[in-house]
């Protein structure tokens, strides 16, 4: 998470650190006397880590269209502002 300061106290911009697959495959735990079957444990980390590879790839992919419309937007705002004249029509 990006940080900034704020008075002088930490303060985050709202924007979660991501966890990546990469971080997810190779996490560790410490070993306990009644833990859980490390191929299950191995076997569901790999499972995890595809669903988070998937939505980042969403994400990218919406953050792109996202910007597209807003551009399409800021086009259509601009060509609509040079047809309309001041002290004509309604507005």
Same mark, same amino acid.
């Given at each position: ?24 495959? #190779? ?25 988070? #590879? ?23 705002? #601009? ?13």
């Amino acid at each position: 998470m990006a940080q900034v300061y704020r008075s002088g106290q930490l303060y985050g911009t709202g924007l979660p650190a991501r966890l990546t697959p990469h971080e997810v495959r #190779t996490r560790t735990f410490d070993p306990r006397r009644r833990g859980a079957d490390p191929d299950q444990v191995r076997e569901f980390q790999a499972q995890l880590a595809d669903e988070l #590879t998937d939505l980042h790839r969403q994400v990218r992919l919406l953050t792109e269209e996202n910007d597209r419309l807003k551009r399409a937007l800021r086009d259509w705002q #601009t060509m609509h502002a040079r047809e309309c004249r001041p002290n004509e029509g309604h507005w």
